[in-house]
């Protein structure tokens, strides 16, 4: 968000080192996560997906996927309860207008899955997959995964993870953790564990590498963090307040905020040379910067115009340009994949930009939105915001179709992120 961190007295963090390979995690949650899901209640069917013999959670998270992209219109009622499409009464599927679908069972590691034509019985998918111990919930996305691609040409993004942060015990003493898991909510590890905050964790572009800031001196410092060996080192430690960092799409540079001069500015260190350059002079605050897709100008947040607003800055030529052009409150910018979309809190609420027109559409529910970003492909907005006095992560569709929350019971989650 669009504020100062503060200064605290910080104790050493306990390091975790978690063996990964690639981007897939394995192990039980310290945390559980649980999901509910809201659906739009006015849509056509076009998708049904029946719960699998042996394995309705399976099939669950199959729909729960489809779902949240907003791709696929998902059938609420099934004509009938099968498990293999040679079980199918075609004529009472083609009267429910329900254009595909998909049936399977689960038998101890085995999925066997179909996805049927309806109207021709042809069937688009057929597969059965053997899956190790501990991967089923994988296995679904996976599924998820091929079944997108089948209909759409493009795959969803739940075979990937999310990065957040937790917050637990008691006030006076809480515990932050920096966490990683898949997205839904299984499988979490912790990668950093301390008694003092760590926040505005984020991926490179190639899955390895973290950056995210600690308070674990007594002053906000930006760490880098190889995910695959858990090594650490401290990456900016310029005086005052460092925060927001932001990795460039190729990897080499690294965008921040920083008080180091009395002001909040914006910086670039070339993570080769670690050499910094100050980009941003100005009378305002300007924080929370983030990279266009191609790399040659960001996003930022400066309340120069007198209310915090989004602006972007070519690198080129140091041209600025303010962009968000309504409401009295923009902030904590990002991009979708292709830029054309901007994620963002508009009003305190999680919200989308259309680059072009500069049109806002506010897609959170609720007044303590934080820390918008895109899914890699961009069909979902995750962000953080509050269930009660709970930190929470919620999706939503960018199309504002579909909502799922993810509840972290006792524990407050925020800062999410997900794998390029």
Do not use: C
């Amino acid at each position: 968000m669009f504020s100062s961190l503060i200064n605290r007295p910080l104790l050493k963090p306990i390091l975790l080192a978690v063996a990964m390979v690639g981007a897939t995690i394995s192990g039980t949650a310290s945390a559980e996560v649980a999901f509910t899901i809201t659906k739009d209640a006015v849509r056509d069917p076009g998708l049904a997906i029946v719960p699998f013999a042996g394995s309705p959670q399976t099939s669950q998270i199959i729909s729960q996927d489809l779902s949240l992209t907003g791709r696929f219109n998902m059938a609420r009622s099934i004509p009938q309860q099968v498990a293999s499409s040679t079980q199918m009464t075609l004529p009472l599927w083609q009267a429910q207008q329900i254009p595909y679908a998909a049936v399977g069972r689960v038998s101890g590691n085995q999925i066997t899955y179909e996805l049927v034509e309806i109207g021709t019985g042809r069937l688009l998918l057929s597969e059965t997959l053997s899956v190790p111990a501990g991967r089923m919930s994988a296995a679904a996305h996976l599924i998820a995964d091929k079944i997108a691609v089948a209909l759409t040409g493009s795959k969803t993004d739940f075979s990937g993870q999310l990065l957040f942060v937790t917050k637990t015990g008691p006030v006076t003493k809480p515990v932050f953790s920096l966490q990683v898991g898949s997205t839904d909510g299984s499988g979490n590890q912790i990668i950093l564990e301390s008694t003092q905050p760590i926040r505005s964790p984020v991926w490179s572009p190639n899955g390895r590498q973290i950056a995210y800031v600690s308070y674990e001196t007594g002053r906000p410092f930006i760490y880098l963090q190889d995910v695959i060996n858990g090594q650490r080192s401290p990456l900016v430690q310029l005086s005052g307040t460092n925060g927001a960092p932001s990795f460039s799409p190729d990897g080499r540079n690294l965008l921040f905020s920083s008080s180091a001069t009395g002001n909040f500015e914006i910086y670039q260190m070339n993570l080769g040379s670690r050499q910094i350059n100050q980009i941003t002079r100005s009378r305002g605050v300007d924080t929370e910067p983030s990279y266009a897709p191609d790399g040659r100008s960001f996003v930022f947040t400066s309340d120069r115009s007198g209310s915090p607003q989004i602006y972007s800055y070519n690198l080129q030529n140091g041209q600025v340009n303010r962009l968000s052009l309504t409401g009295s409150y923009n902030a904590r910018a990002s991009y979708n994949k292709d830029g054309t979309k901007i994620a963002l809190i508009s009003n305190y609420r999680a919200a989308i930009m259309d680059v072009a027109s500069g049109a806002i559409q506010i897609l959170g529910n609720s007044a303590y939105d934080e820390s918008p970003s895109f899914s890699p492909s961009g069909d979902v907005l995750v962000y953080a915001t509050k269930s009660g006095n709970k930190d929470i992560i919620s999706m939503v569709s960018a199309n504002g179709k579909t909502r799922l929350n993810l509840p972290g019971g006792s524990t407050s989650v925020r800062d999410p992120a997900w794998t390029p």
